[in-house]
Structure formats: structure tokens, C-alpha cells
């Protein structure tokens, strides 16, 4: 029994040193992304999947199922766009269309549909049970509306909205989901003559009635902003804002 004992130790042992990697894994060619299932930072590559150990900070390489589904694309944070939502990771192609899940170690396509190829550098973001894609850059002209995904179809639809007055498609915007809205500070606006605006709009889009709604304009400290760069999420909108006085 104690040698029994002792040859178990040993097997888990090596196998845990078998799944730990060092934390100077190339990230050149590799799609990082958080997630919220896991509670932990993780990554693809053309070598596996990965999930970063605070603890000893490297990575311990995790089993996967259908990694190659995903890998269709090269892997990087400029081909996909994810978020998570109800204890999945969802990765899209950048540019719409294409539509991955990842739920515990199974890797998926979702949607039966395309590369749209038509809203590079749009906004990927969930609603409770939907993910929306908004704006982006396609056929010479920046978009200027929202898509959803229709789970019963596995495709990506249009949304309807009761505004007269749309702002302004773009790209590389700030934005943020929360409380059934959607908000949108600056961004590029470029259009098939070459031209292109770093747009200084601050807007709200609500999902549930379907309108935008007019907040003012960046705050003057950030309207010098590289958008083709700086995209963060969780956005302190009182910082952003220049508030409208009516």
C-alpha cells in the first residue's frame, strides 16, 4: 500500500509539471481572453489552451475539445472579438459572422453563416440571452447599426430602431454594455473617398426601446485619443462625458 502510495504521487506529480508551461509562451500568434467560467486569464495558440496561475504566475496548459474548429483563423485579439455570457466564452470573426463557443473544455461553431467580412473594428457585446455587434468598417463605408444574433436561425439579423436621427457609423469606438444599453464614446468614421473622422460623440443605444439616445461629447482629455488602439470596456462614463445643458 505505501508503495502504491508513493508511485501515485509520483504520477501527479509528473503530470502536473507535464501541464505547467512557462509564462514566456509566445503571444505573437495567440488570442487572449478572460474567462468569467474560470474566473482567469487564458489563451489560444496553435500549442493548446492555457490558463495563467496567479499563484506561480505560468501557464498550465488545459484540456480542450474541437481547438481546431476555432482555428479556421489566425488566432489574435485582431482576428476575434469575445465576451462571455451565461458561463460560455463566445469568440466572433472579426468583421461578423463566424461565431465560437467555448463551455467548459469543448470548443464549438455556433452559427451557420459566414465571414460577413462588412463591420471590421465593430463592437461585440452581450445582453442577458443576446450578443449584439455594432458599427464597424465594410464595402467603403463605415456601419452605422446593429446586428444580433437569432439562436433559433444560428444567423446574424439587423435591429430595428424608432430614432429619426442615427449617429454617425464607426469604428474603434469606447463602449460600454450595462442595465439593457449600450454606450458608445467616439471612434473613427471613414468612408470610401479616403477620409476619416475621429469622431468626439458621446451616444446611448437602448436595446429595449430601440432608440439612441444623445449624451453629450468626450471630455476634452481624451478626444486626442488613438481609437485605433485604445479599446477598453468598464468605462467611467462621468470621466468620458461632457454632459448636454438644456
Not at 502536473?16 to 488570442?31: M, T, W, Y
Not at 482567469?40 to 496548459?61: A, C, I
Not at 474541437?66 to 469575445?82: A, H, Q, V
Given at each position: 500500500m505505501k508503495l502504491l502510495k508513493i508511485l501515485f504521487f509520483i504520477g501527479l506529480t509528473t503530470a502536473l509539471k507535464a501541464q505547467v508551461v512557462s509564462s514566456e509562451l509566445p503571444f505573437g500568434?495567440?488570442?487572449?481572453?478572460?474567462?468569467?467560467?474560470?474566473?482567469?486569464?487564458?489563451?489560444?495558440?496553435?500549442?493548446?489552451?492555457?490558463?495563467?496561475?496567479?499563484?506561480?504566475g505560468l501557464f498550465r496548459k488545459l484540456p480542450s475539445k474541437g481547438l481546431e474548429t476555432i482555428c479556421s483563423n489566425p488566432l489574435s485579439n485582431t482576428t476575434y472579438f469575445y465576451v462571455n455570457?451565461?458561463?460560455?466564452?463566445?469568440?466572433?470573426?472579426?468583421?461578423?459572422?463566424?461565431?465560437?463557443?467555448?463551455?467548459?473544455?469543448?470548443f464549438l461553431r455556433e452559427d451557420?453563416?459566414?465571414?460577413?467580412?462588412?463591420?471590421?473594428?465593430?463592437?461585440?457585446?452581450?445582453?442577458?440571452?443576446?450578443?449584439?455587434?455594432?458599427?464597424?468598417?465594410?464595402?467603403?463605408?463605415?456601419?452605422?447599426?446593429?446586428?444580433?444574433?437569432?439562436?433559433?436561425?444560428?444567423?446574424w439579423q439587423i435591429v430595428l430602431n424608432d430614432s429619426k436621427e442615427i449617429p454617425k457609423g464607426r469604428m474603434n469606438a469606447l463602449y460600454e454594455a450595462r442595465d439593457s444599453k449600450i454606450y458608445i464614446a467616439g471612434g473613427i468614421h471613414a468612408s470610401g473617398t479616403d477620409q476619416v473622422t475621429y469622431?468626439?460623440?458621446v451616444f446611448a443605444f437602448?436595446?429595449?426601446?430601440?432608440?439612441?439616445?444623445?449624451?453629450?461629447?468626450?471630455?476634452?482629455?481624451?478626444?486626442?485619443?488613438?481609437?485605433?488602439?485604445?479599446?477598453?470596456?468598464?468605462?467611467?462614463?462621468?470621466f468620458l462625458l461632457i454632459k448636454i445643458v438644456s
Amino acid at each position: 500500500m505505501k508503495l502504491l502510495k508513493i508511485l501515485f504521487f509520483i504520477g501527479l506529480t509528473t503530470a502536473l509539471k507535464a501541464q505547467v508551461v512557462s509564462s514566456e509562451l509566445p503571444f505573437g500568434a495567440s488570442l487572449l481572453f478572460k474567462n468569467s467560467a474560470n474566473q482567469s486569464l487564458e489563451f489560444l495558440s496553435d500549442q493548446g489552451h492555457f490558463q495563467f496561475v496567479y499563484k506561480t504566475g505560468l501557464f498550465r496548459k488545459l484540456p480542450s475539445k474541437g481547438l481546431e474548429t476555432i482555428c479556421s483563423n489566425p488566432l489574435s485579439n485582431t482576428t476575434y472579438f469575445y465576451v462571455n455570457t451565461f458561463n460560455k466564452t463566445y469568440f466572433l470573426l472579426n468583421g461578423g459572422g463566424e461565431l465560437y463557443s467555448l463551455s467548459k473544455d469543448q470548443f464549438l461553431r455556433e452559427d451557420q453563416s459566414f465571414a460577413h467580412k462588412n463591420q471590421f473594428g465593430g463592437h461585440f457585446f452581450s445582453d442577458f440571452d443576446k450578443l449584439y455587434y455594432y458599427g464597424g468598417y465594410g464595402l467603403f463605408r463605415s456601419k452605422d447599426f446593429f446586428i444580433y444574433y437569432n439562436w433559433p436561425t444560428s444567423d446574424w439579423q439587423i435591429v430595428l430602431n424608432d430614432s429619426k436621427e442615427i449617429p454617425k457609423g464607426r469604428m474603434n469606438a469606447l463602449y460600454e454594455a450595462r442595465d439593457s444599453k449600450i454606450y458608445i464614446a467616439g471612434g473613427i468614421h471613414a468612408s470610401g473617398t479616403d477620409q476619416v473622422t475621429y469622431l468626439k460623440d458621446v451616444f446611448a443605444f437602448d436595446l429595449k426601446e430601440k432608440r439612441y439616445l444623445n449624451m453629450g461629447v468626450l471630455n476634452s482629455a481624451l478626444q486626442s485619443v488613438d481609437f485605433n488602439w485604445f479599446t477598453p470596456s468598464l468605462l467611467d462614463f462621468g470621466f468620458l462625458l461632457i454632459k448636454i445643458v438644456s
